[in-house]
């Protein structure tokens, strides 16, 4: 028998996407034995049966370099930044989707919701916030949400809040990011979160609507905004793999026409 720390992590992440064991040695195509042995510690799993099971248990990449780490293989995956020359065509890429995207707002995320690339209209939207929030990143969670940020001229505050702090929840749950995890906390203290969560009621049994959008206030004038999110295909490079490209479109007519009657600048 050997000993090896890949089998509690796969256990975890197991028990992060709700799988069974014989669901997921089906799935594989190992037996239940094995794989319990493997999250036992009484079988070292090979290279190949270890990605294997990552991948259908979607975990990150940047994990399954821990797998393989934990298993004492080498790690797979590269981590390239977006700076790198390396990048330069995925960045100019990224760069030019923000800037046909102008006059509306658009950013890039990394996996915790930082604020990699945005466009001139997204910065607009953060003209009035707090300075503390915008450094040294910006925190899509922290400034949509802090009293001092865009949670201060946030119309429909209640229904966004819930939106984001469900989002949250899901991100720290699918990333087993420990960084994820304090954010959450430090925003769940906010005192208008607090004040959201002591006084929200049940929803009513009524038809949702198609979207949930963002209402701003911004110096008298409503923006309504709802939000899409896009993510590579197939990235063989962990910070391919975390980023997000998250595109705001107009949800009624007023907000468009303001919108492209801003005069905007490239990213």
């Known amino acids: ?47 190949e049966l270890l990605l294997t099971l990552a991948r259908h248990l979607d975990v990150p990449l940047r994990d399954r370099n821990s797998l393989l780490l934990a298993a004492g293989y080498a790690p797979r995956y590269h981590e390239t930044s977006i700076d790198d020359p390396v990048s330069a065509h995925v960045r100019a890429s990224l760069e030019r989707l923000l800037s046909t995207h ?15 690339l945005a466009n001139q209209a997204a910065s607009n939207l953060l003209a009035g916030v707090s300075a503390e929030l915008l450094t040294p990143r910006v925190n899509v969670f922290r400034v949509s949400l802090h009293p001092q940020g ?14 984001m702090l469900g989002q949250l929840r899901r991100v720290v749950m699918m990333s087993n990011d420990p960084e994820l995890a304090e954010i959450e906390q430090e925003i769940l203290a906010y005192p208008n979160v ?13 038809e949702p609507p198609l979207l949930v959008p963002c209402r701003l206030n911004m110096g008298g004038v409503e923006l309504s905004l709802f939000t899409t999110l896009t993510t590579f295909g197939t990235p063989r490079d962990i910070t391919l793999d975390e980023l997000a490209v998250e595109l705001f ?13 801003t005069v ?4």
């Not at 946030?154 to 966004?160: C, K, L, Q, V």
């Not at 607090?194 to 009524?206: K, N, R, Y």
């Not at 479109?249 to 009657?261: C, G, K, N, Q, Y």
């Not at 905007?264 to 990213?267: F, I, L, R, V």
């Open 249 to 261: 479109f107009p949800a009624d007519d007023v907000t468009e026409a303001i919108l492209r009657s």
């Open 264 to 267: 905007t600048k490239p990213a």
């Open 150 to 163: 865009l949670g201060a001229i946030t119309i429909n505050f209640a229904e966004w809040a819930d939106y």
């Open 194 to 206: 607090v004040e959201h969560l002591a006084s929200a009621q049940p929803t009513a049994g009524d």
């Open 102 to 116: 102008d006059p509306y707002p658009g950013v890039v995320l990394d996996r915790q919701w930082n604020v990699v």
């Open 1 to 47: 028998m050997t000993s090896t720390g890949a089998g509690p992590l796969l256990k975890e992440w197991r028990g992060r996407r709700r799988r069974s064991q014989l669901d997921l040695a089906v799935e594989v195509g190992v037996s239940t034995k094995h794989l319990s042995f493997v999250e036992t510690g009484r079988a070292k799993p090979s290279r």
